[in-house]
C-alpha cells in the first residue's frame, strides 16, 4: 500500500501505523461527531412523527410515511423542479461564460501587473464575500424604485408592471439566476484559467502547423486537456447549486407564493417554521441522497484521482 | 501565452473587450453599492438616482453602529470563524501529516470519505443540530456556530492539508533521518516550515468559508447580539421597514475590509483554490 515516496529510512513497523492511526483520530472523531452523527440522526428523525406544533401527538415511528407524504406534494414536486432548473440553468450560464472569460484572460494575465490586478479582483472579490450579502446587493439592484436595473429597464422602455422584478416568477427567477451567475462565475473562471495555464503551448503550435483552425484547436486540443478542471468546477457548483438556500431566502423567500422555493428551503420551512421534524428529515434525508448521487457521478467521470500515480 | 501568429485580428479586439466587460460587470455592483451608502435615503429612491451622493452622508454609516449591535456582529464573526480555523488546522495538519507520509489502513477510502463530507448538504443535518444544541442549552452562544462549522472546516481542512503536505518530497525527511532526527524532530524542523505556505493558505480559505457561512448561523441564533454579519444584514429588515441606507452601510463595512485582505493574499487564495481544485 505504501510506495517509495513515503518512509524508507524510519521502518515501517507496527509502530507507524499506530502513530498514523494517532494522528488521524482527533480529526475522524470530530467528523464522525459533526458530520456522520447528526446525519444518521436525520435519517432515523426522518421515519418519526415528531411535530412540535402538535405537541399532543406524541413522537412515534412512521417508518416511511414522511417520503410517502412528500411524494403525494405537489409542492415537493414543484421544489425539485425549481431546483433542477435552477442548477442546470446556472451552472451551465456559469460554465459556459467561464469558459469564455477564462480563454480571455489566459492572454491577458501576462499583461500589466494593474490589469492582472483588476482582473484578480474581479474574480476573487464575489466569490470571498457571503452569499447572501450578494444576493442583498442586487435586491437593492432591482428595488421597484430605487433600483438602478430597474430604473435602466425603464430608460429602455420596459412596460411599468414587468420593472417590478421580483414579483413576477419569471423575472424573478431571471434576477435569481443572474445574480447567481455573477457570484459564482469568477470562482470558475478561476478553476478554468489554472486548467488552461497547464496546457503546453506546445500543443497549440503543433496544431497550428498541422493547419488546425482555432475552433479546432479549442475542440481538440483546449477541451480534452481542461476536462478534468471542467468536471472538479462541476462538482462543486452543481452540489453548491442543488443545495442552494440563501440566495434564495434573501432574494425572494421562494416567493412570489411558490414559485421559486427551492428543495433546501422547503426543507427549512418544514423543520424551523412548520415545527414539523420529521418532514424536515425526510426532506433533508432526500436532499443528501440527491447531492450524493451528483458527487458520485462526477467522481466515477473524474476517474477519482485522488492520489499521485507513485503512490497507492 | 499564445504567440501573435495563431492569434487572429478578430480575437486581438476580443480579449480586451470580453475582459474589460467581465471586470466591469463583477464590480459594477460594489461601486453602486458603495457611492449609495452615502446618499440620503431620500436621494436613494429618487427617480432617477443621481450617480453621485448629493448631499453626502455619513448618516448610513453612525446609524448602523449607533442604533444596531453591529459591532457585536463584527466580533461574532470574526471569533467564530478564527476559533473554528484554528481548531480545525491544528487538528486538520495532524491527520494531514499521516495521510501524506504514514501507513494508514484504508487511506484512499478514508480521503475519499472525508472529501463526501465536506459536501454534506447543510440542511440535512441542521435538525439533529438544532435539537441537541437546544437542548444542551447551547443556542445562541459561540459553540452554538464553532461546532456546526467542524462539520465542513473539518474536512476541507484535512483534503487541503493533505495536498499541500503530499507535494513537500519525503526526500527531505529521509536524508533528516539518516542524520539521526527524529520524527518529531523532522516535523517540527522541516515540515511545518515547508507547510507553512500551505497552512496560511488553508486558514484563510477556511476562514472565508466560515466567515460567510448563513443557515447554520440562521438557525442556531435567535438573537441580535448572538447573530454573525450575514445574518445580522438580512435581519436588518423590519416588518414595515427595509432600512437601505443600513443595510447599504453594512454591506459596504463588511466588504472593504474582505476585499483589502482578498486582494493581498490574492495570490495564496488563488494558488489554494487552484491547487485544492485540481491536484486534490
Redesign the interface.
Known amino acids: 500500500?505504501?510506495g517509495p515516496?513515503?518512509?524508507?529510512?524510519?521502518r515501517?513497523t507496527l509502530s507507524?501505523?499506530r502513530?498514523?492511526?494517532l494522528?488521524?483520530s482527533?480529526?475522524?472523531a470530530?467528523?464522525g461527531a459533526?458530520?456522520?452523527?447528526?446525519?444518521l440522526?436525520?435519517c432515523w428523525?426522518s421515519l418519526h412523527q415528531k411535530n412540535l406544533k402538535m405537541p399532543w401527538v406524541a413522537e412515534r415511528f412512521v417508518g416511511l410515511a414522511n417520503y410517502a407524504a412528500l411524494a403525494a406534494d405537489e409542492r415537493f414536486w414543484g421544489a425539485l423542479v425549481h431546483t433542477v432548473f435552477f442548477t442546470v440553468v446556472s451552472v451551465g450560464l456559469e460554465l459556459a461564460l467561464g469558459l469564455?472569460?477564462a480563454l480571455?484572460?489566459?492572454?491577458?494575465v501576462?499583461r500589466a501587473a494593474a490589469?492582472r490586478?483588476?482582473?484578480?479582483?474581479?474574480?476573487?472579490?464575489?466569490w470571498?464575500?457571503?452569499?447572501?450579502?450578494a444576493a442583498?446587493?442586487?435586491l437593492?439592484?432591482v428595488?421597484p424604485?430605487?433600483g438602478?436595473l430597474t430604473?435602466a429597464l425603464r430608460n429602455l422602455g420596459a412596460p411599468p408592471e414587468t420593472t417590478v422584478l421580483l414579483a413576477r416568477p419569471a423575472t424573478a427567477w431571471t434576477v435569481l439566476i443572474v445574480a447567481d451567475v455573477?457570484k459564482t462565475t469568477?470562482?470558475m473562471?478561476?478553476?478554468l484559467l489554472?486548467?488552461l495555464q497547464?496546457i503546453p503551448?506546445d500543443l497549440?503550435?503543433a496544431a497550428?502547423v498541422d493547419g488546425a483552425g482555432?475552433w479546432q484547436?479549442f475542440v481538440r486540443v483546449t477541451l480534452p486537456l481542461l476536462r478534468?478542471?471542467i468536471l472538479?468546477?462541476l462538482t462543486?457548483r452543481t452540489?453548491q447549486a442543488?443545495?442552494v438556500?440563501?440566495h434564495v431566502?434573501?432574494l425572494t423567500g421562494g416567493g412570489p407564493g411558490t414559485a421559486t422555493e427551492t428543495l433546501?428551503l422547503l426543507?427549512?420551512q418544514a423543520?424551523?417554521t412548520d415545527m414539523d421534524?420529521g418532514r424536515?428529515?425526510a426532506?433533508?434525508?432526500v436532499?443528501?441522497f440527491c447531492?450524493?448521487g451528483f458527487?458520485l457521478a462526477y467522481?466515477r467521470a473524474l476517474g477519482?484521482r485522488?492520489?499521485?500515480p507513485e503512490?497507492? | 501565452m499564445r504567440r501573435d501568429s495563431t492569434r487572429t485580428p478578430r480575437a486581438a479586439l476580443l480579449i480586451p473587450l470580453v475582459t474589460a466587460l467581465f471586470v466591469a460587470g463583477a464590480l459594477f455592483p460594489f461601486l453602486w453599492t458603495l457611492l449609495s451608502s452615502f446618499k440620503t435615503p431620500a436621494q436613494m429612491f429618487r427617480l432617477p438616482p443621481g450617480w453621485w451622493p448629493d448631499p453626502f452622508t455619513l448618516e448610513n454609516y453612525l446609524a448602523v453602529f449607533r442604533e444596531r449591535d453591529f459591532l457585536h456582529n463584527i466580533v461574532n464573526s470574526v471569533v467564530v470563524a478564527a476559533t473554528t480555523t484554528a481548531v480545525c488546522v491544528v487538528i486538520g495538519t495532524l491527520a494531514a501529516y499521516a495521510f501524506a507520509r504514514l501507513a494508514l489502513p484504508a487511506k484512499r477510502t478514508l480521503l475519499g470519505l472525508i472529501l463526501a463530507i465536506s459536501m454534506f448538504p447543510q440542511i440535512s443535518i441542521v435538525t439533529p443540530l438544532f435539537l441537541l444544541l437546544r437542548r444542551l442549552g447551547l443556542i445562541n452562544t459561540y459553540p452554538a456556530l464553532i461546532l456546526p462549522y467542524l462539520t465542513f472546516a473539518m474536512p476541507l481542512t484535512v483534503w487541503l492539508l493533505t495536498a499541500y503536505l503530499r507535494r513537500i518530497p519525503a526526500e527531505l525527511e529521509e536524508a533528516a533521518a539518516v542524520d539521526g532526527a527524529t520524527r518529531l524532530g523532522t516535523f517540527t524542523r522541516i515540515v511545518l516550515p515547508l507547510a507553512a505556505p500551505g497552512i496560511f493558505t488553508t486558514a484563510i480559505l477556511t476562514f472565508i468559508y466560515c466567515w460567510n457561512e448563513f443557515l447554520f448561523a440562521l438557525v442556531f441564533t435567535t438573537n441580535d447580539s448572538a447573530r454573525t454579519i450575514p445574518v445580522a444584514i438580512v435581519m436588518f429588515s423590519g416588518y414595515h421597514t427595509v432600512p437601505w441606507g443600513e443595510i447599504l452601510a453594512a454591506v459596504v463595512v463588511v466588504t472593504v475590509p474582505v476585499a483589502a485582505a482578498v486582494l493581498v493574499l490574492q495570490r495564496r487564495i488563488v494558488a489554494g483554490l487552484a491547487e485544492g481544485a485540481l491536484k486534490g
Do not use: N, Q
Open positions: 500500500m505504501t515516496a513515503d518512509t524508507v529510512t524510519h515501517r507507524e501505523t502513530l498514523a492511526c494522528l488521524v482527533p480529526a475522524l470530530v467528523i459533526v458530520a456522520i452523527y447528526p446525519l440522526s436525520t428523525l469564455a472569460i480571455a484572460l489566459e492572454e491577458v501576462g490589469v490586478g483588476l482582473v484578480r479582483a474581479a474574480i476573487l472579490v464575489p470571498a464575500i457571503p452569499t447572501v450579502v442583498v446587493i442586487w437593492y439592484l428595488h424604485t430605487g438602478i430604473e455573477w469568477p470562482f473562471t478561476l478553476i489554472a486548467g497547464t503551448r497549440y503550435e497550428a482555432a484547436r478534468p478542471a472538479v468546477a462543486f452540489l442543488f443545495m438556500f440563501g431566502y434573501t433546501a426543507a427549512y423543520t424551523l421534524f424536515g428529515a426532506l433533508g434525508v436532499i443528501f447531492g450524493l458527487a467522481m477519482l485522488l492520489e499521485k503512490e497507492t
